[in-house]
């Protein structure tokens, strides 16, 4: 049911939605680029107080450090470019495995980590797993089989989710990479090759989008 009220920070510039953790069990998100640092600096100063947990994702060193100095409890994550302020959420008793085709995926996947990792979620890394080597991958099958859900983190033409989903009736979610070359056309093929999967229980979120796969994930393996 929507508030009666407005339910809503106006800031002018941006309208902080705090309710949202309510609604829909997960707060509002920040997400850092576009966003200057006073824009930064006033969000955060109004959600305080708001949300037991404020997330920014995407979010710079050089904001991070700005933004420390008003908020000397701000934590932040280099290589996810994660910063949080608050309490990380109740632990889960589920875990959710990330998975990633090479080393240049870790980056996006550690979005996903560690977000889902702030929710309350015990997470198992299983990188660099990618085809190009797939029995590097037949070791941790049991690994796979024992989670709730699993993300596969991978660039180039993306064909780890297939592979993955093929070892496991564990629901797969698809997180496509920017990371490949030129016919790669930043990260589409990536995108491609993992919606027209022929192996059945995969879904896909958008290039890149860590937060968004870790959103997912999170949703599923807890849902009651």
């Known amino acids: 049911m929507l508030p009666r009220k407005k339910g809503f920070i106006d800031l002018g510039f941006a309208k902080l939605d705090y309710l949202r953790e309510k609604r829909r069990g997960l707060p509002e998100i920040i997400f850092a680029p576009g966003k200057d640092l006073q824009q930064l600096k006033k969000i955060v100063t109004n959600l305080k107080g708001k949300n037991t947990l404020i997330i920014l994702s995407r979010l710079e060193e050089k904001k991070y450090k700005f933004l420390k100095k008003t908020f000397p409890q701000l934590k932040y994550f280099k290589k996810a470019q994660i910063g949080f302020l608050g309490r990380p959420l109740p632990k889960t008793r589920e875990k959710i495995s990330v998975v990633t085709?090479?080393?240049?995926?870790?980056?996006?996947?550690?979005?996903?980590?560690?977000?889902?990792?702030?929710?309350?979620?015990?997470?198992?890394?299983?990188?660099?797993?990618?085809?190009?080597?797939?029995?590097?991958?037949?070791?941790?099958?049991?690994?796979?089989?024992?989670?709730?859900?699993?993300?596969?983190?991978?660039?180039?033409?993306?064909?780890?989710?297939?592979?993955?989903?093929?070892?496991?009736?564990?629901?797969?979610?698809?997180?496509?990479?920017?990371?490949?070359?030129?016919?790669?056309?930043?990260?589409?093929?990536?995108?491609?090759?993992?919606?027209n999967s022929c192996s059945p229980g995969i879904g896909v979120v958008n290039i890149d989008n860590g937060i968004g796969a870790g959103y997912l994930a999170h949703i599923i393996a807890n849902n009651e």
């Not at 979005?111 to 080597?133: C, H, P, T």
């Not at 991958?137 to 089989?145: A, G, M, V, Y």
């Not at 699993?150 to 592979?163: D, P, Q, T």
């Not at 490949?180 to 993992?194: D, T």
Request: aromatic share 6%; net charge negative.
């Open 101 to 195: 085709g090479g080393t240049s995926d870790i980056p996006i996947a550690e979005e996903s980590a560690v977000f889902l990792e702030l929710l309350g979620n015990k997470v198992e890394r299983i990188y660099d797993v990618g085809v190009a080597g797939f029995h590097r991958l037949l070791p941790f099958q049991n690994k796979l089989n024992s989670s709730k859900v699993i993300i596969v983190s991978a660039g180039m033409e993306a064909a780890l989710a297939s592979l993955v989903s093929a070892l496991t009736k564990r629901p797969v979610i698809g997180l496509p990479t920017s990371i490949g070359y030129g016919s790669h056309f930043e990260g589409l093929a990536s995108l491609l090759g993992m919606l």
